[in-house]
């Protein structure tokens, strides 16, 4: 594969005559709209090359669904999965198990069908969606709680097919620090017992001092013991409330896999990977502002509709435009190819198992086309 960025005049016919591919297969590699129009600044990944013979570096790539998931979207992309996590289950504090409101028997059984492992993912979701930490530890300090809560999990992997479980914790309170892990622990024994391994997802730490909720109940070197897999939840620097910049900069990844190594071994992490972005009005106002989630194919949409060029942060290795609608200045921070080529290229130079995609409910092919071109998925 090649990654092409668009300089002014480009056309689909254009590109497709200078690297010699069709322009069919640009269109729908990149998923572009009639009648093909195209933003400056662009990245297009365009099929090159035959196949190669060498060998690619194993990956395990798993993709977060929720039971609404489209379900061409879900037969286009597990293909290219390792895993499916089912989003999610709740629990309440005396250990029963909260299925999503949304039946999800249809994902559990896609999964199967194409030799993709479903796994239940287990949140302490309240019943406005938000986390509840309150929650979590009137869980992990219930003996009894705990106990029908590995019950329960058991029984969705025994009866319903489930092939292991992510724990999914967030705001943990810091001194639910260690019960937690012990939490962690006594699920993966339980579900290891049944063939099945268990993973938890970690907040983005850089260092074992770092204040703060998302961080002080999240002990790297506890729960990389405790579970089989972690899931760097590396994303969401740039978020709805926060101001406009790029959602998982590769610089602050990077930070965070090297403090990860510190404590955890690479066999054992998934890089976590964004497959969405962020549209901002401007100007910012903290407390105020909130951006508007927007899946990859539309960010780039929107800069052609409004012929904004595309720029590319180079320390964050991230695109970005501005533009103007309505008398009001927008500016966007999205993943493309490129941005997700260097993601790619971290999980190589680490030596990381995988990754993690939050979440695949919005279609990004040339993602997937650049995944299988640079990994074996296991």
Not at 148 to 165: H, K, P
Request: glycine share 8%.
């Amino acid at each position: 594969m090649t990654i092409y960025t668009v300089r002014p005049n480009d056309t689909v016919d254009s590109i497709a005559a200078q690297y010699g591919v069709s322009p069919q297969s640009i269109i729908y590699g990149n998923q572009l709209a009639y009648p093909y129009p195209l933003a400056i600044g662009q990245a297009l990944l365009l099929d090159t090359e035959s196949p190669g013979e060498g060998s690619l570096p194993a990956a395990f790539v798993g993709g977060y669904a929720y039971p609404f998931i489209d379900r061409e979207v879900l037969e286009e992309t597990l293909p290219y999965l390792s895993g499916l996590f089912v989003f999610s289950y709740g629990f309440t504090p005396e250990g029963a198990l909260l299925p999503p409101s949304l039946d999800d028997s249809f994902l559990v059984a896609q999964a199967k069908s194409y030799g993709v492992a479903p796994i239940l993912t287990l949140t302490p979701l309240d019943a406005a969606g938000c986390f509840n930490n309150q929650l979590i530890s009137q869980l992990i300090h219930n003996e009894d709680a705990k106990q029908q809560l590995i019950a329960n999990l058991s029984y969705q992997i025994t009866e319903r097919g489930f092939e292991g479980v992510d724990i999914d914790f967030e705001y943990i309170l810091p001194e639910d620090r260690i019960p937690f892990a012990d939490f962690v622990r006594e699920v993966r024994i339980a579900v290891n017992d049944l063939g099945y391994p268990v993973s938890v997802a970690l907040a983005p730490k850089t260092s074992d001092a770092q204040t703060g909720l998302l961080y002080e109940g999240k002990d790297y070197a506890l729960l990389g013991e405790a579970a089989n897999y972690v899931l760097l939840m590396t994303y969401e620097w740039g978020y709805t409330y926060g101001p406009p910049m790029a959602v998982a900069p590769l610089n602050k990844v990077r930070q965070v896999v090297e403090y990860a190594l510190t404590k955890i071994p690479a066999p054992k992490i998934h890089l976590g990977v964004p497959n969405y972005g962020y549209d901002w009005t401007l100007p910012f106002v903290q407390g105020t502002s909130k951006a508007t989630t927007i899946g990859n194919v539309e960010a780039v949409q929107i800069a052609i509709s409004h012929d904004a060029a595309i720029q590319f942060d180079e320390t964050a290795q991230s695109p970005y435009f501005n533009y103007s609608w309505e008398g009001s200045i927008h500016e966007v921070w999205f993943e493309d190819v490129r941005s997700l080529s260097a993601k790619f290229g971290l999980v190589k130079e680490y030596g990381l198992r995988g990754m993690g995609y939050w979440q695949i409910m919005r279609l990004f092919r040339a993602n997937w086309l650049l995944l299988a071109d640079t990994f074996s998925i296991i």
